[in-house]
């Protein structure tokens, strides 16, 4: 997935020699980095329809000329957003690894999932703000369903190999919204406990659904999440 270089314009002018160029080039990236900072904050902050270029230039601290020069409106910035969320959830997606019954495999599916967890943290206020309808209903939409058909078409991928017996789409669907959900509840402080306690638990539940009384003989015990009244 192609990413912004917004940099490549100012580097091109008035014949500047290599030097320069190179200054102007990374002087883009620092100011590209900051208006993508800046749209992340302002449209969990206030939302993709309530946000306006306005806010997100005075959070970067830039012009609204140096605006326009990277994105043509704040739809434009949202799905440079939305193209970085969504390389980086499919590239976890691939790295899952081979899923086992063993004390092996829990392990390695602890560590993805905790992998999971912080680009959750991370991203988290972005996906929320992209389940809006009308962003839903929209062609930035169309990016959030890729988005989730590439996820689970991956991770279904690693089921077909580990659990034959599941039908692989359905389990990938299934262990989507599990993961999401806590993860959310997790960051909307819905529920009282720690990461690495979260983490344990949606392995011990993930393993043990997968493979059941193999699992049995890994020990997955974790404290149990307490839901906010």
């Known amino acids: ?6 940099a490549a314009r100012p ?9 320069p160029g190179r200054a102007l080039r990374a002087r883009g990236r620092q100011t590209l ?8 904050t302002v449209f969990a902050d206030r939302g993709f329809h309530a946000a306006r270029v306005d806010d997100i230039v005075k959070a970067a601290r830039t012009s609204h000329g140096t605006f326009y020069l990277y994105f043509a409106s704040k739809e434009d910035l949202f799905r440079a957003l939305a193209e970085d969320v969504a390389a980086a959830m499919v590239d976890l997606a691939r790295e899952l690894p081979p899923l086992s019954a063993d004390q092996a495999g829990y392990d390695a599916l602890v560590e993805w999932l905790s992998r999971f967890s912080v680009l959750y943290e991370r991203y988290g206020a972005l996906l929320r703000t992209w389940t809006e309808a009308e962003i839903v209903d929209s ?7 890729d988005l989730v058909s590439q996820f689970v078409r991956e991770l279904a991928s690693r089921l077909r190999v580990s659990s034959p017996d599941l039908d692989p789409r359905v389990g990938a669907l299934a262990l989507v919204a ?4 806590a993860n959310y509840y997790l960051q ?3 529920i009282r406990v720690g990461r690495d306690d979260l983490v344990a638990t949606l392995a011990g539940v993930a393993h043990a659904g997968l493979f059941g009384a193999e699992a049995r003989r890994v020990n ?3 404290p149990t999440p307490v839901l906010r009244s």
Do not use: F, H, K, Y
């Open 1 to 6: 997935m192609a990413r912004r270089d917004g």
């Open 139 to 145: 062609e930035l939409g169309q990016v959030g369903g």
């Open 11 to 19: 580097a091109g002018r008035g014949g500047a020699g290599p030097g």
């Open 33 to 40: 980095g900051r208006l993508l900072a800046a749209g992340a």
């Open 178 to 181: 599990m993961i999401e959900r």
């Open 188 to 190: 909307t402080r819905q």
């Open 220 to 222: 997955t015990a974790a």
